[in-house]
Structure formats: structure tokens, C-alpha cells
């Protein structure tokens, strides 16, 4: 009998329950742990002792190996905006997959998605397919280089853009821009990390530094909105990098097709010089693009560089454009401008954000849940203070204190809400889908009730 993976040793009920919950779950995890680091292929999908194991997915819902059905939150990492399994996305894709999955070659397909990237987000006048949002960002960092033929980049802590080299510092860790372990050290020092919602500390930067080829950020602040930045701070970035000649790049990954149909870039108004995507861009199968003005992007272009006597910058990529994930894209992106998905999802993201502060004020917690657009985001107050949701402002704290939270909580908590029928994120919070309905989110927030008081039972909060 395969052992189950090592864990803390724990008295926990909550622990204990999910076990017994999940056996099936925690087999698969022994024989993971054998295979991959820390048993996941990806870091957010870590939990302790072990994470559920989903067999199929269906709009708001996924099941895991042992037929436990679970509200979906996590949303496939923010990329399924359309929920699980949308039926004119599948059909595409499964027209797709008869076709072939891979050509080697120029497709139709492809021009048809990038027809659509163009029409719904303002910055894309031109379009490069890439295989993920990491490596759109950094080949967003790469065009700004050589377009502007300068070598720093600036940074805003707690904004997430991959797992690049010139992306690891800062985000959760590293916040002094020191290298993260493996990046060279001269690859941190081409890039200035600033603190976010700060525009003095831009200017400043800018003034005293004329070697700054761009500034990328997240356009609704870090982890989409966990630490929040406005409109009125979006529009002063565009005014102080076309005042120094830096190229402003909005990472729309993961709001790109989410915030609006045209992104945080068309609700707020706001055109950067280049824009990255990925997630709903590929209607939730591998996908990513950098999008942006012609004469950047002329940097990947045979014929502009030719002309302009300058080395074309060089972009291949397997992947780029697959077919398949360009059928999905379609799809999505044609409902999505077509129908009131990103309004929809908005709307029951503001309804969720009510009901789980009216179950923080119930019980008496001294936690709050905000967020904007399709984003929720649960303050667990690590340090303490005294916080109501009918006042709480997240200007009022600092980034790291947003970002932070009191140690093993997060873990207990997400693994409180699996046993309750709900998958939050690791942050702790989560994404909204078209797909929700009144009814799940009445669940979650009744679900979260019970967790609060499991949590209280075991001394947690």
C-alpha cells in the first residue's frame, strides 16, 4: 500500500476530516510526491496534506476522484471566465482536434483569433501569439529594450508577471529587489522596484534615471486588486512615461477579457504602448499574446527591421498560435463580446463580497472580503487590528500587510472550505465565472459561515 505524503503532525479535526474525505485524493498525492517536487505542477495548487484531485468540470462546478462536488473559485487560475466545459467552446475545440493539433505551418485559425484580440482590446494594433502569460511578459520586456534602446525596468511590488528572471523579486518576497535564488544578480539590477499607488515615487524614478526603457504593472493593482490601484493613478503612470519616453505596458493577463471585454485598458481608459494576455485569451487552454503599438512590435517584423537596418528580435516558439487553443479562443472571446459575461461575473463577484462580510459581521471576526470586478479577496488581518467590512479600506493597510497572513491559517482555511463544497484560491479569496449562480454563491457564503466557526473551534482565529 502506497504511504500517504508526509505532513505535519496535526490533531486538527479539520485535517483529519478531510482525510477521511478524500482517500482517494491523498493515493493519487503518494504517488505524486514520487514524481514531482512537493508532489504539484504548479505552486498554487500546494496545500497541505495534500490537494483534491478533480476528474471533470462543469460551468460553476468541478469533481474530484472521490465524487465530492465543489463550488469552483479557483476558476482554472482565473482563465475560465465562461466556467468549465462552455458547450460552443468544446465544440470548437473538438472541431479543432479532428483537423489536426498541430501544423507546423500558418492556419486560419489563428488569424481569425488575433482578429478578435484586435476589435476588443484598444492597445492591439499588432499581435504575437505566445504559448503562456510568462512569456508574454517577457517578451513585452524584451520589445521595450530594443525599441527604446534602454536596459532598466520598473516594477511595482506585490504586481505579479510570470516566473521570469526579471519577475521574481518582489512579488511576495525580495520586495528590496534583491535576486531570488538561481537569478543573476546582474539580471535583478536591470530592474527598479517601486511601491505601488505612489506616483511621486514613478516621477522621481523617472527623473533621476534616463536609462528606463518601460514600467509594467498589473492595471488593477497586485494579485488583481489585492493591493488596489484606481483610475486617476493608471491615467498619471500614462502621463509621466509619454512624458519620458517609457513604454507603459498594462500585464493583462489575468484581467485582460475579465475587468471588460476590452480589459482594465477600456473600462479605465487608459492605452498602454504594449499589453500582455493569456488565460480567457486561450478560452482556458495553454495560450498567452503581446499585443500592442506597430512600430514596437516592427522589432519581431522581417521586413521592418530589414528596412530599418536594425536586428530583428528573435521569436519562435512551438506552440505559438496552436491551433487548437486558437479555436478555444475564438469561442470565448465571441461570447465574450457578444454577450454580458464579464458584467455578469462582475456583478455576482460585488453580491459574494456581501454576503461573505455579512457572515464576518455574524460572527464576529475581525476579517473583511473586498475586491473589485470579478475578484474577491479575504483580509485575514495578520497583524491584529481592529477591522469591521463596513469600514475596512485596503488603502488604509500597507501592501505587505495585504499581502500577508497569520502562518498555516490559509492553508486550514482552504482546506475548511473543500470539506464546506468550495475551492478558494491561495491567496485566500477567489475568481467569479458567468457560469456562478445566486444559488452557489448563497452556498459558499453559508459554507464560509461554518468554516469561521471550525477555524474558531480549533483556537485558529
Given at each position: 500500500m502506497t504511504a500517504l505524503p508526509d505532513a505535519p503532525a496535526t490533531n486538527s479535526q479539520i485535517i483529519a476530516d478531510y482525510r477521511a474525505k478524500t482517500p482517494a485524493?491523498?493515493?493519487?498525492?503518494?504517488?505524486?510526491?514520487?514524481?514531482?517536487?512537493?508532489?504539484?505542477?504548479?505552486?498554487?495548487?500546494?496545500?497541505?496534506?495534500y490537494g483534491i484531485y478533480v476528474t471533470r468540470g462543469e460551468g460553476a462546478y468541478k469533481w474530484d476522484v472521490d465524487g465530492n462536488r465543489y463550488i469552483d473559485f479557483f476558476g482554472g487560475h482565473g482563465a475560465l471566465l465562461l466556467g468549465h466545459n462552455r458547450p460552443e467552446v468544446i465544440a470548437a475545440v473538438q472541431t479543432a482536434l479532428q483537423d489536426g493539433t498541430h501544423f507546423g505551418a500558418n492556419q486560419e485559425r489563428e488569424v481569425r483569433w488575433a482578429q478578435l484580440v484586435k476589435q476588443l482590446i484598444p492597445s492591439a494594433e499588432r499581435v504575437r501569439f505566445t504559448s503562456s502569460g510568462t512569456e508574454a511578459t517577457h517578451m513585452a520586456l524584451r520589445l521595450a529594450r530594443a525599441f527604446t534602446g534602454r536596459r532598466q525596468v520598473i516594477r511595482l511590488k506585490t504586481h505579479f508577471h510570470g516566473w521570469h528572471d526579471h519577475v521574481t523579486s518582489g512579488f511576495n518576497s525580495h520586495?528590496?529587489?534583491?535576486?531570488?535564488?538561481?537569478?543573476?544578480?546582474?539580471?535583478?539590477e536591470g530592474v527598479l522596484l517601486l511601491p505601488p499607488n505612489d506616483l511621486d515615487a514613478v516621477a522621481a524614478a523617472l527623473d533621476a534615471n534616463q536609462d528606463i526603457a518601460a514600467m509594467i504593472l498589473e492595471p488593477t493593482g497586485g494579485s488583481f486588486g489585492m493591493v488596489p490601484v484606481d483610475g486617476a493613478y493608471l491615467q498619471g503612470l500614462r502621463e509621466l512615461t509619454r512624458a519620458h519616453g517609457v513604454l507603459l505596458i498594462f500585464d493583462e493577463v489575468v484581467t485582460g477579457f475579465r475587468v471588460s471585454r476590452g480589459g482594465a485598458q477600456a473600462h479605465y481608459g487608459v492605452t498602454p504602448d504594449l499589453t500582455t494576455l493569456a488565460k480567457i485569451l486561450a478560452g482556458g487552454l495553454p495560450g498567452g499574446a503581446v499585443v500592442g503599438r506597430k512600430d514596437i512590435l516592427d522589432s519581431i517584423d522581417f521586413a521592418a527591421s530589414r528596412e530599418q537596418g536594425r536586428e530583428k528580435i528573435a521569436h519562435p516558439g512551438t506552440f505559438n498560435a496552436n491551433p487548437v487553443s486558437a479555436a478555444a479562443?475564438?469561442?470565448?472571446?465571441?461570447?465574450?463580446?457578444?454577450?454580458?459575461?464579464?458584467e455578469r461575473a462582475n456583478g455576482l463577484a460585488e453580491t459574494l463580497r456581501g454576503k461573505l462580510n455579512a457572515v464576518i459581521e455574524d460572527e464576529k471576526v475581525n476579517w473583511a472580503v473586498y475586491g473589485t470586478f470579478s475578484g474577491f479577496h479575504i483580509f485575514t488581518n495578520p497583524?491584529?487590528?481592529?477591522?469591521?467590512?463596513?469600514?475596512?479600506?485596503?488603502?488604509?493597510?500597507?501592501y505587505d500587510e495585504l499581502k500577508s497572513n497569520p502562518p498555516g491559517l490559509v492553508n486550514k482555511f482552504r482546506v475548511a472550505m473543500l470539506l464546506n463544497g468550495a475551492d478558494f484560491s491561495a491567496w485566500p479569496g477567489g475568481l467569479l465565472s458567468a457560469a456562478h449562480t445566486e444559488q452557489d454563491l448563497d452556498a459558499a457564503a453559508e459554507g464560509f459561515r461554518q468554516v469561521l466557526r471550525m477555524l474558531r473551534q480549533e483556537g485558529e482565529i
Open positions: 485524493s491523498a493515493a493519487l498525492a503518494a504517488e505524486a510526491r514520487e514524481l514531482f517536487p512537493s508532489g504539484v505542477t504548479h505552486d498554487g495548487r500546494y496545500l497541505e496534506p520586495f528590496d529587489g534583491a535576486p531570488t535564488v538561481g537569478v543573476l544578480p546582474g539580471v535583478a479562443g475564438i469561442a470565448a472571446l465571441q461570447i465574450i463580446a457578444d454577450t454580458d459575461a464579464c497583524r491584529g487590528g481592529a477591522v469591521s467590512p463596513a469600514t475596512f479600506d485596503p488603502a488604509d493597510h500597507a
